[in-house]
Each structure stands twice: as C-alpha cells, then as structure tokens.
C-alpha cells in the first residue's frame, strides 16, 4: 500500500515536472515573415523571485525597439525604448507587487511598426514528499 501512494506521488511529481519544463521553452514571434527578431525565456529565480530575458536578434537596418510591460488590466507598469542590434535584456519580477496577476510583454519594431505580445503567468505549487524506509 505504501509502495502504491508513493508511485502515485512521483507520477504527479513528474507530471507537474513536464509541464512546467515545457512553459521553459523560448517563445518566438511565430510569424512567416518573422516581424520582430525576438524572443522571451525563462531563465529561473533570483532571490525567489522569477527572472525572465528578453533577447533581440536585430540587424543594422531593425534596430530599434520598444518594450511595454502592462499588467491584466493594461495597465503600463514598464516602459523603454532601446538601440541595438543583437543584445538582450533581463527582467527580475517582484511577486509581492504582481503576485498572481499576469503579465504582457509588447516589443515593438520602430521602423516597421509590428510588434509581438507575450503573456506571462506565475503560478505556485507546494509539493511535498515524505519517504519511509525501514532500516536493519
């Protein structure tokens, strides 16, 4: 019976593993013409908080951009225009002040005027796992 409850919690273990391994994966602007040379990834956490990068693949002729950061409201909680062509930019997110709320990351091309959207969302599990094993 022991053996059947703990099986049972490393297949939701696992579970939860995969799914949040798969939210990791760069998200690219998923356009045939690919509009805005970017992409948004999860790098892990700094101080239990969440650190996200932006990272821009321009060229001497895109090389200028604008990022907003709004909250679910549209509210505009970040705002920067930036020059440069291939560099990127980290972004250490504040639990206290966003919490589970999530967030919308626009970057914007000045000279072709497209943009890309990307939606973050923070969510929180507690796993906790207890092994008992008889010893000789």
Not at 32 to 60: C, D, H, M, W
Not at 96 to 102: K, L, P, Q, R, V
Not at 105 to 131: G, P, T
């Amino acid at each position: 019976m022991n053996r059947i409850f703990r099986n049972n919690r490393l297949v939701v273990v696992a579970f939860f593993t995969v799914f949040s391994m798969a939210a990791t994966h760069p998200a690219m602007a998923s356009d045939s013409t690919r509009t805005v040379p970017v992409e948004l990834k999860y790098i892990g956490n700094l101080n239990n908080q969440p650190l996200v990068q932006l990272t821009f693949a321009g060229n001497a002729e895109e090389n200028e951009f604008t990022i907003i950061i709004r909250d679910e409201d549209g509210n505009s909680l970040y705002r920067e225009t930036i020059k440069g062509e291939k560099f990127y930019k980290k972004f250490l997110l504040n639990n206290d002040e966003i919490g589970e709320s999530a967030l919308r990351f626009e970057v914007i091309s000045r000279r072709s005027n497209k943009s890309v959207v990307f939606e973050v969302n923070r969510e929180s599990r507690f796993v906790n796992e207890m092994a008992i094993s008889k010893m000789k």
